[in-house]
């Protein structure tokens, strides 16, 4: 099945997993603080779900994001 969200999204949902803020997020993927709470409003949305958390459980369980592929926080 496609996924529901898009590419972009995805990026999101991947720096979500990786315990990122959204002003994290908005500088690694280039755009506005404003434009990340956008997209995470629209994951949350569109895989309903209630949470940053539970968006970055989604990521993790469904393969959209690893564990293995985070930077170490040095």
Do not use: C, M
């Amino acid at each position: 099945a496609a996924s529901p969200v898009s590419e972009r999204e995805v990026q999101v949902l991947e720096l979500i997993a990786r315990g990122r803020s959204n002003k994290e997020i908005a500088a690694a993927i280039f755009v506005a603080e404003w434009t990340v709470r956008t997209h995470v409003s629209n994951i949350l949305g569109k895989l309903q779900l209630a949470s940053r958390t539970q968006a970055a459980l989604y990521a993790l369980r469904s393969g959209l994001a690893s564990l293995d592929d985070v930077p170490s926080q040095e």
